[in-house]
């Protein structure tokens, strides 16, 4: 499901090799214990999502978590919040179309969280090198500008249930079938949908793990990044239903890199990720901030079962990129 949330039950039970009514039975278990969400993963750039920000928050008073619900709630730049334990207290990932808007939402944020004592570390989000932030309809209604009418609704019913029949879409949408079924074709084969897939709001494990690093990069960097990888990927089998490492974002700004990881405790993450990246990027000067998420404020978590090598991107630079 996590590559394709619109297979049908029966290539469910094929894949599984079990009969269609277990399949069925054993998707709504997965459902429930899980909090699985269908959705689908998007190409920012393509729809016109221009500006990916995520904001690191410490703060010096810690609010209600009600209270955090109120400021974010109807926030249209906003579109996922997570609250944290440790060095900092909230990961905020906002997105929008227009640089200038951004600045000005982003310089108005500090008054929204003035009471708390808010030291605010905002970085622009690159491509994820694995994972992705799952991207709501609302914000696709609201800003994806590179989409006509008819595939920017087409998008935003799907991003809030991937899993509708192609009847309900023509239905919620007042758009013939054949039109759908188009449409749909279409926008895979351009790329704008990379993907219909799942989120998981309620993982099995017990510590959920956010760390923002900067590093001293030298000339040998891009190799201990292969290493990182091969690391990352040794979790696969730890990990039946999800992968250990379900996020790295690169960043520019306060931070270079987000990471989002999932163990079953506090040293078991310490030492599977904080130490870990330490010891593999040990010429770098490596300083990692580390917290443990405890909640959602706004959104949806970023998890599923990756492919991590399908997944992983290694960023090439040529010297004309440089000039």
């Known amino acids: 499901m996590s590559e394709n949330a619109r297979c049908s039950v029966s290539d469910l039970a094929k894949t599984a090799k079990c009969s269609r009514i277990t399949a069925t039975k054993t998707l709504k278990k997965l459902v429930n214990d899980y909090g699985i969400r269908f959705g689908i993963e998007v190409d920012e750039d393509a729809v016109g999502l221009f500006q990916r920000h ?124 054949a039109t759908v079924y188009y449409r749909l074709f279409t926008l895979e084969k351009r790329g704008v949908i990379k993907r219909f897939t799942v989120s998981v709001n309620k993982p099995p494990f017990g510590y959920i793990m956010a760390y923002a690093v900067n590093y001293r990069f030298n000339k040998t960097s891009s190799s201990r990044s292969i290493k990182m990888m091969e690391y990352y990927k040794a979790f696969d089998e730890q990990a039946p ?17 987000l990471g989002i990881c999932l163990f079953d405790d506090r040293p078991s993450a310490i030492t599977g990720a904080i130490e870990a990246h330490k010891s593999i990027f040990y010429q770098e000067h490596v300083d990692i901030k580390h917290a443990r998420i405890t909640g959602i404020i706004k959104g949806s978590y970023p998890f599923r ?16 990129d440089l000039r």
């Open 241 to 257: 239903i999800l992968n250990t490492f379900q996020l790295l974002a690169p960043m520019s700004g306060s931070f270079r890199f």
């Open 305 to 320: 079962s990756l492919d991590m090598i399908n997944n992983y991107t290694r960023f090439r630079w040529s010297e004309d």
């Open 54 to 177: 995520l904001i690191i928050v410490k703060l010096q008073k810690r609010p209600k978590q009600s209270d955090l619900e109120k400021i974010f709630k109807d926030d249209p730049y906003v579109d996922n919040v997570y609250l944290c334990e440790g060095d900092f207290n909230l990961i905020i990932h906002a997105v929008t179309s227009d640089p200038m808007k951004y600045i000005v939402w982003e310089s108005l944020l500090a008054g929204k969280l003035g009471a708390y004592g808010a030291n605010i570390y905002p970085s622009e989000l690159m491509r994820a090198n694995f994972g992705n932030f799952p991207v709501s309809g609302r914000i696709i209604s609201r800003f994806a500008t590179n989409l006509d009418d008819v595939d920017k609704r087409l998008i935003t019913s799907l991003a809030e249930d991937s899993g509708k029949s192609i009847s309900a879409i023509s239905k919620e949408l007042k758009i013939n079938r």
